[in-house]
């Protein structure tokens, strides 16, 4: 019975998509295995598990594969009734939920072309995520008209929107120190700010928090790949 509900992840520590999935199992409280893949040389078994797609993550449930992160999320919030519901019961909060949570993905793309480009094309990407997060910090305050819930009351309502807001933008400050461009900062974006250090606050988020330095590290050489492949 152990085996059929042994939960496993397939991914790679650099892919938001990944973190989102496990922060969900953290902060729902499940045990899990967790496979680092090399997506330069992807495994036999990833190939097997992703066959359309070829990317991760990949969970794997009672032997059988759930890929896409938002899906997987999903899976997870309806297969385990432990820990917080990540999905609201209310349709139209749910339906919110999943519009910014997907809308953070626009928000998160313009970042990776803002660190992948220099002058006039960097200026262009700047311009354009600076404006999705405006928009990304005007829905967070509709859907908290009393500001950001505190560490006690997010423990028991964390939700995918959340998650993807801590995997995908909660690195900021690495960007910001790779960069030297102020995106998201407390006077701009105090939302989206509290936000992350409120989550980041959360024991099941810190254990799994990557070291600063190494997010740096790894960004750093992620734009250097890029301008020199841009360059040849």
């Not at 790679?12 to 496979?35: D, F, S």
């Not at 006039?120 to 950001?148: H, M, N, R, T, Y």
């Amino acid at each position: 019975m152990a085996e059929q509900n042994k939960v496993i992840l397939y991914g790679t520590w650099t892919r938001p998509y990944v973190k989102r999935v496990e922060l969900a199992l953290k902060v729902k409280g499940i045990p899990y295995e967790y496979v680092e893949e090399d997506l330069r040389n992807k495994s036999p078994m990833l190939l097997k598990l992703n066959p359309i797609h070829k990317k991760v993550p990949v969970l794997v449930h009672n032997g059988k594969a759930i890929t896409e992160s938002l899906v997987i999320i999903e899976y997870i919030d309806e297969t385990w009734k432990t820990g917080p519901r990540l999905l609201p019961q209310d349709p139209y909060k749910r339906s919110q939920i999943r519009f910014w949570a997907s809308y953070i993905q626009q928000v998160f793309e313009a970042l990776v072309m803002v660190l992948k480009t220099i002058g006039e094309a960097q200026e262009k990407a700047i311009k354009e995520v600076s404006e999705k997060v405006k928009l990304l910090e005007a829905g967070l305050k509709g859907l908290f008209p009393d500001g950001i819930p505190s560490v006690d009351e997010y423990s028991k309502n964390v939700t995918l929107l959340d998650l993807v807001i801590l995997a995908n933008l909660g690195g900021y400050e690495a960007q910001e120190e790779v960069l030297g461009v102020k995106i998201i900062d407390s006077e701009k974006t105090p939302l989206i700010v509290s936000c992350i250090t409120a989550l980041i606050d959360l024991p099941a988020v810190k254990e799994s928090r990557m070291p600063h330095e190494k997010v740096v590290a790894f960004l750093k050489f992620f734009r250097e790949n890029a301008l020199n492949s841009a360059a040849a």
